[in-house]
């Protein structure tokens, strides 16, 4: 019968039980942490309270002697946690070594890529001319029949005639320019902090009630009419569509002519 290989032990690690079947480790976990959590007991004022914090302060010493996890003991995991915990997640790398002694004071002068375009163009360059030069055949009759009449023409024949600008007529009538038409009715809207308002419905009633105008304010507060009204007594009704500001109800008499501008101001409470 072959006899089997043995099987290979940690050894680097293997602790002698110096105090019965404890190991020196193991024992001083256990004479810290009992005491510490009889201590506890006893001098901690609290009656329940004292009872649970010593024996979890004596239970944490039997934990780290005799409790492994995957056969490692238990201060390995926490002495693992506080690494983990403090250890930075995110390495970047900087490059800090020289460039090589050889490669400090090279120079490239120009790119091959360049060269080898620069042939080649040139090479086309000369093809294209030697293809002109077989086109165009200068010594031939006909081509020199054609340069001496253009010699020979006279330079009249060759002038560019030269068109006169045209003029266009204006009118000397001054332009003037059209008037505006200015508004019959003008006011602004603003609230207890001089604001401008924006937005704000103007309506203009009869003594009936009957709506005659309605008018809303530009982003600078400011309202206008330019269709007169019959000279009497109006209703002068202002509303804010989001409901930020109140207005009184007023008559006002406008009258025939052109009137003043008109001043509105809100009831908010700020």
Do not use: C
């Amino acid at each position: 019968m072959e006899q089997g290989h043995p099987i290979p032990r940690q050894i680097t690690t293997f602790e002698f039980k110096l105090i019965g079947f404890l190991t020196l480790r193991q024992f001083i976990y256990l004479v810290i942490f009992i005491p510490a959590g009889y201590l506890t007991f006893v001098l901690f004022p609290i009656p329940l309270l004292n009872i649970l914090l010593g024996i979890m302060i004596g239970a944490v010493g039997p934990a780290l002697a005799f409790v492994p996890i995957n056969d490692r003991p238990l201060e390995v995991w926490i002495k693992n946690l506080i690494k983990r915990l403090t250890s930075p997640t995110q390495y970047f790398y900087k490059k800090q070594n020289p460039p090589l002694y050889f490669l400090q004071d090279l120079v490239f002068v120009s790119d091959p890529h360049k060269v080898f375009t620069h042939i080649e163009s040139q090479k086309m360059l000369n093809q294209y001319l030697s293809q002109k030069k077989q086109a165009i055949n200068v010594s031939s009759p006909q081509t020199k029949q054609r340069i001496s009449q253009l010699l020979a023409s006279p330079p009249s024949l060759l002038s560019v005639k030269k068109e006169k600008p045209k003029t266009e007529a204006f009118s000397s009538k001054p332009i003037t320019p059209s008037l505006s038409k200015k508004p019959f009715l003008t006011g602004v809207v603003k609230n207890r902090k001089m604001i401008p308002l924006s937005g704000i419905l103007i309506y203009i009633k009869d003594q009936n009630g009957k709506v005659l105008r309605l008018l809303k304010t530009n982003p600078y507060g400011v309202f206008a009419t330019f269709n007169p009204l019959k000279e009497g007594e109006y209703i002068f009704e202002l509303k804010d569509p989001q409901g930020s500001y109140f207005f009184d109800t007023m008559r006002l008499k406008i009258g025939g002519e052109t009137q003043k501008p008109l001043e509105f101001f809100s009831k908010e409470l700020l």
